[in-house]
């Protein structure tokens, strides 16, 4: 089993076809699919089911995706290790941020990073909690900044930010105010997540204790379509200013602070105890909490810094 044999499968897997995935790989696909079948004859059972839409994984491909791709991560760290001994950072570095965060934060770490760390190819995604673990599990990035991390198994974290939450709508009563008691959300229908997403079970938990409950008219899972719901129509949602922060400033959207109770989310990073950071990650990470403070103190990110 070959490193390179590795990369040409997950390329495939990802793709979900040979054909794409030799395309990729920048290679012929006659030479391409043979890597694939030595892998599988090296390993003895087949990591693809073939059909005529392309290829899935069987279980044990299933299996070697995780694997392969915990592997090869580490092997890119190591190659990153060596390089960064005698020089700046360099090589690729993955970030995943709540989609909460993204909208107010990707741009800033994004130019930040190309400044300072030219040599260093950033990769951020935005994803809800669920995908987060998802693209953690398999060591797919190399650290998160995210909500609820102090129960996740094998993972460090470092607490960053506290952020409140909001009542954000289109048509919110000009009454209202730049605060809302909580027990004043049951009057608002309001958009969000499943039931199993973590923001909504956190409200209800909170509505439970308080004896109360609350109006979830509509279910989605988005931050796009959260947006585009409640700027066109009676609807609202509950989020950190953050997310939304500048249709608010713009005067597109509304917003009132939740209080009575008082409540925060905490933001921390999070990545894999067991293979710690590259030093390209780390450096990436410095920067970012730096770029969080900043704007924190230069009021264009509301949080209270941990």
Known sequence: MKLAQLRYFLLAARAGSISAGARMANMAQPAFSLQIKVLEEDLGVPVFERGARGVRLTPAGERLFDRATALLR?????REEVVNATDEPVGEVRIVLAASLAP????????ETRRAFPKVNLHILDLYRGEMDDQMAPRYVDFAL???VTAMSGITS?????QKLYLVGSELPASL???IEFAELRHFPLVMGHKTHQLRIEMENIALREGLSLNIAYEQDSISVYRSIIQSGPACTIVPYSAFSAEIEAGWLSAARIESPFIERVLSFAWHADTGLSSSALAVKDLLHR??????EEGTFRGRLL
Do not use: K, S, Y
């Open 74 to 78: 580490h092997v890119d760290q190591v």
């Open 146 to 148: 995210r909500p609820n």
């Open 158 to 162: 470092e607490p960053v930010i506290a």
């Open 291 to 296: 770029c969080i403070r900043d704007m924190v």
């Open 104 to 111: 107010r934060l990707a741009g800033r770490i994004f130019w």
């Open 177 to 179: 105010g730049e605060t």
